[in-house]
């Protein structure tokens, strides 16, 4: 029997925690540019303009902090974002880290309010597909959309042929996947006791035990053509046909053709450290206090690249309450950032910096820090360092610390 739910609000799990070890190359393929935005958060986009959807979490990777970084900077901005959370390691584990952030962050979560778990590598679902899942979504009751796959069916048992399958018989799933909280939770408790292999959330309930299974009916939404899973690279070309086909020039992404970034920093002298600038030790000179090396130098080029391409500050990327970053070798910021910038496909083409301290002298030392610099960024561009003093003024004046001054220009490649 079909239930028409009563309509209440939904949530929303964003799983983008994979290694697409299918889809070959430096990133993992839930971060790939699509139109100039990483291919999860297309998905973010469909669900923050679905009006059924009150919240949503985002299941990021479990071993990369900086992506996790990356992932809350990029959805600062999405109001229904309310958790990204480090998944696990198979999809499920995933879908359970998504489900109890979502626990922790909502409060009075209703047995029967639907879940709907998505794969952050389906770009272009819609607003009405998500609507249509959640609608049918109730407390037995889960939704899964299909297409009618349109060749004809084979079965294979080996390699042969066995008999042909009615394609009307067959349903290819996409998500999301519509289950209610209640449902959920007691379904990845009895697959915790024993972790299978899960490939959705239809398989999930089907793992439940048989007396449990009886009481619950999977509805069959009709699904749509578009909503693809990118798995290889050509479809994320087709991905982005599709979408360049259905969206409004002015709704696209703007991506300068060039930019410029500024960037600022200051520490103050501390005893007992070594004074590093620009990747190298300046000798004899008391050092500056902070949580890495406290390369100011390094730490101003970084803020103005992160600026020039839109990507935050140093302090999302790079926090100073991570025991990672202590005392960590600010070069490490320095290539980890033009990482970033090839990442949304721009080239750095210039970089000025002013270093501002009345000592030590640094002149002699500038050409050793741009051989270093020019290594770390690893791609041809401009850089000039000036170092200059304030005239006695302010805290560098009364020798109190170095402040640097940088700007960064680039270009999309």
């Known amino acids: 029997m079909v239930r028409k739910p009563t309509k209440k609000s939904a949530f929303a799990i964003i799983v983008a925690a994979g290694s697409g070890h299918r889809c070959p190359g430096p990133q993992a393929k839930q971060f790939l540019n699509l139109c100039g935005q990483p291919l999860y958060l297309w998905s973010v986009r469909a669900f923050q303009q679905c009006h059924t959807i009150a919240g949503i979490v985002v299941v990021g990777p479990k071993h990369n902090h900086e992506a996790l970084l990356e992932m809350q900077q990029e959805t600062a901005l999405f109001d229904k974002v309310i958790a990204v959370v480090a998944g696990g390691d198979s999809r499920t584990a995933s879908v359970c880290s998504g489900a109890a952030a979502l626990a922790t962050a909502t409060a009075n979560l209703s047995k029967s309010d639907p879940i709907l778990i998505h794969d952050g590598v389906r770009p272009l679902v819609t607003p009405e597909l998500i609507s249509k899942v959640a609608e049918q979504t109730g407390s037995k009751q889960i939704a899964i959309p299909t297409t009618t796959p349109t060749a004809t069916v084979k079965k294979i048992v080996g390699k042969t042929i066995t008999k042909t399958i009615k394609r009307e018989d067959i349903g290819l799933a996409q998500t999301p996947q519509g289950v209610p909280y209640g449902l959920l939770c007691e379904a990845l408790d009895h697959w915790l006791k024993d972790p299978t292999k899960i490939t959705d959330e239809g398989a999930l ?39 360049l086909k259905k969206m409004d020039k002015k709704e696209m992404p703007y991506k300068p053709c060039q930019a410029t970034g500024f960037g600022y920093d200051v520490h103050a002298f501390a005893t007992e450290r070594k004074l590093i600038l620009g990747g190298i030790e300046i000798p004899d000179h008391a050092g500056l206090a902070g949580h890495s090396d406290a390369d100011v130098l390094v730490h101003a080029l970084v803020d103005a690249l992160l600026g020039a391409v839109g990507a935050g500050d140093i302090g999302q990327h790079f926090p100073d309450h991570d025991p990672t970053f202590k005392n960590l070798c600010s070069l490490h910021f320095l290539e980890r950032t033009m990482t970033i910038v090839r990442e949304k496909g721009f080239h750095l083409e210039a970089a000025d910096i002013t270093i501002v301290a009345q000592q030590p002298k640094l002149a002699p030392y500038i050409p050793a820090m741009l051989t270093i610099l020019k290594k770390t960024i690893a791609s041809p561009c401009q850089l000039n360092i000036k170092a200059t003093t304030s005239e006695g003024l302010g805290f560098t004046g009364r020798r109190e610390g170095i402040a640097t001054y940088a700007v960064a220009t680039v270009t999309a490649r």
């Open 205 to 243: 309930i089907e793992n439940l035990p048989l007396e449990k299974r009886t009481e619950i009916t999977i509805i069959n939404v009709e699904g749509e053509p578009g909503n693809l899973k990118v798995t290889f690279p050509e479809e994320l070309q087709r991905a982005e046909s599709l979408l």
